[in-house]
């Protein structure tokens, strides 16, 4: 299969595209600036999921290669930490045009080849932050909902054509966000969010680099690819914790809920 994994130069990304090569896949990775055309047998090609020009250009680049896109997973993103109310313009732009727009982007650029087809597959990574928002996380999760929302219409209007829209929600896993995270300061400085946004962040960056191996959620990708009948979504919780947090979000009303949250990250 020809398959493009975007955001792939770390973390999951890299992880996925890694384990599709090994098993004869032909995989193209992108990022915003590749440090060279391969990264250990993926084909490494420069795209800005933020700019439609810059993701139709990769695009077509692989389809002047291969001639067809088999399968898209769409990985790429970024988070945005600090209390909702103090969200700049600039960082809730940041948020919703890297991780929603830019995968709307990429969809948008792929299926244009992959409906004449009458095939194809893409899987679009949320996480469990965009089935219940997480505290102090409120950009990154409306960022996740909105391709949770976004993906489902997706495969309502696309199953026609022979096109499988996949969600696939990781639970937290130690993949290098936590560093890259982009943290707000007005946040930190606040005489009312500050202590209680240290402490919960404290909490969730505990949670993240106690998680599972990336190569756990690209094992997942990797039967999802190879599933004649694949499911619309697939959450992969890497820990008791958060699997009972995903059912009982369903389950309890939405007061208790936050309640309990509340009290698991210590607010």
């Not at 890297?98 to 899987?123: D, E, Q, S, W, Y």
């Not at 998680?211 to 959450?235: C, F, T, V, W």
């Amino acid at each position: 299969m020809i398959i493009l994994v975007t955001g792939a130069s770390s973390g999951f990304g890299r992880a996925i595209a890694s384990a599709l090569l090994r098993v004869g896949h032909t995989v193209y990775g992108t990022s915003r600036t590749p440090a060279s055309s391969m990264q250990d047998g993926v084909r490494m090609l420069p795209m800005d999921v933020r700019l439609p020009g810059s993701v139709d250009s990769a695009v077509e680049e692989i389809i002047r290669r291969e001639g067809r896109i088999d399968v898209l997973i769409n990985n790429a993103g970024m988070g945005i930490a600090g209390a909702a109310e103090l969200a700049s313009p600039d960082d809730i732009r940041l948020q919703m045009e890297t991780n929603f727009i830019g995968c709307t982007n990429v969809c948008r650029a792929v299926l244009r080849h992959m409906r004449p087809r009458r095939k194809g597959m893409i899987i679009n990574i949320t996480s469990i932050a965009g089935i219940f928002s997480i505290p102090y996380q409120g950009l990154y999760s409306a960022s996740k909902f909105a391709i949770e929302g976004y993906s489902q219409a997706l495969a309502m209007e696309t199953s026609r054509f022979g096109i499988h829209v996949v969600i696939v929600a990781p639970g937290d896993f130690n993949t290098g966000f936590t560093s890259s995270r982009k943290l707000c300061p007005e946040t930190a400085a606040s005489p009312d969010y500050g202590a209680s946004f240290a402490r919960v962040r404290a909490n969730f960056e505990r949670d993240e680099l106690r998680g599972g191996s990336p190569d756990m959620l690209a094992q997942k990708i990797e039967r999802i690819i190879n599933s004649r009948h694949p499911r619309r979504r697939y959450i992969v919780p890497t820990s008791l914790a958060q699997r009972l947090a995903v059912q009982l979000s369903a389950m309890l009303p939405r007061r208790t809920f936050a309640w309990i949250l509340k009290v698991f990250y210590d607010m």
